[in-house]
């Protein structure tokens, strides 16, 4: 059952074959079969999901049938879930209880969703191997030596481990996409302000935003569908109307144009195996009818700078709330307010120090133009190489990553190469636009999981999910199993 995908557990649910405490104790099951390998969680809440399953039979048993109804999914530990930890894997937070759900969190509670835990990532959302995390790394796994990616890589890897059916990330550079693409599931980022960012622990807040991580496209509709929407708590919550998503999935790609960008494959920075199953991918759409243009995106050599300017400027006024004050770590023997405040953000790990410093660098008097205001002025044009583009196709495909899932260890010690992890999918943020990865193949030498990147206009994710279910049901990527 933990193998069932959304769509397949649903149906098993609504033909009483299967109980909702079935399927959670089967999830239960294979998270004490293998999470001391995987490592995806944090907090398992097993009383709570175990309630939770029960009272979506009891809601089974009385005729309803709301969309998630008794499917286990996992949550990102920066998502606040009432009554349960929410730490950002940092030691300033890590015994922060929160005293209500986010948005999205009371969206999958209303749809019957059981909450089995709260997933690992980077401290804050900060890095793209899940190595920053206080508690301790994840694991791929399709290489146990190997990262799931970042920042998003427990719930990627909870997902790829059958820990969950499905599982919610967040994604400022790549944080949903990338991990997806290392781990060989689904990832989805939505287009900024399609869902509400109220209870999401902030870290840069004009470019965070809750994504899906799934098994298939179709259940990233799904989940879509109960997620999305315009909320009150949260300005940037679009007042744009949510569709049903799960139509797109009927819809069929031919004629639709496929744009490829041709700064994505030129330099050499791209792993030959990943360039060859990409490619491949694309020459499967084209298979499929849509027909691919050469698009170009001048800017895109400026956009992993703009975007550490912009997101470690925002990332300095986000954390410094951090104060030893008002909620979370507080340091002891601090003899003064001012060391206290010193002391108390000791809690904070290597990169997000390395963040705040930049941030607060590039927002100082005399640096703040040349830095931050000249990133925000970047920012638009690789926002406006994006509507060029579209001008000329429906949906773009690229590569998710330079290479496959790297090894732990391999880049810790080098913040650069690590930023570079993102080079692909940090545009999509700075722009706002919605993207995708999906499972396109496997670098040959070590089978480990290649995603294709599909991006899309602002709020067309109908677009990207039409075009990416296509694909999966053309291809087996997505359903093949990591050795585990």
Known sequence: MHRSTITQARELLRQKKI??????EAVFARIDQVEDKVQAFVHLTREQALRQARDADARIAAGEDAPLLGIP?????????????????????????????????????????????????DEFAMGSSNENSYHHPTMNPWSLSRV????????????????????????????IRQPASFCGVTGLKPTYGRVSRFGLVAFASSLDQIGTLTKTVA???????????????????????????TQALRKDVGGMKLGVPKEYFIGGGIHPEVERAVQEGIRTLESLGMQTVEVSLPHLDYAVATYYVIACAEASTNLSRYDGVKYGYRADKSDTLAHMYENTREGFGDEVKRRIILGTFVLSSGYYDAYYLKGQKVRTLIKQDFENAFGRCDVIA???????????????????????????????????????????GFAAAENLPVGLQLMGKHFDEAGLITVGHKFQQATDFHSQQPPL
């Open 398 to 440: 690229a590569p998710v990553a330079p290479y496959p899932a790297f090894k732990l260890g391999e880049k810790l010690d080098d913040p650069l190469q690590m930023y570079l992890a993102d080079v692909y999918t940090i545009s999509a943020n700075l722009a706002g636009i919605p993207a995708m990865s999906i499972p396109c």
């Open 219 to 245: 259940d990233a509709a799904v989940l879509m569908n109960v997620i999305g929407g315009k909320d009150p708590r949260d300005s940037t919550a679009a007042d744009v109307a949510l569709p049903d998503f």
């Open 73 to 121: 999914i996992a949550l990102k530990d920066l998502i606040c879930t009432a009554g349960s930890r929410t730490t950002c894997a940092s030691k300033i937070l890590d015994q922060f209880v929160s005293p209500y759900d986010a948005t999205v969190v009371e969206k999958l509670r209303r749809a019957g969703a059981v909450i089995v835990g709260k997933t690992n990532m």
């Open 19 to 24: 109980s909702a405490a079935q399927l959670t």
């Open 148 to 175: 799931p990616g970042g920042s998003s890589g427990g719930s990627s890897a909870a997902v790829a481990a059958h820990e969950c059916m499905a599982a919610l990330g967040s994604d400022t550079g790549g944080s």
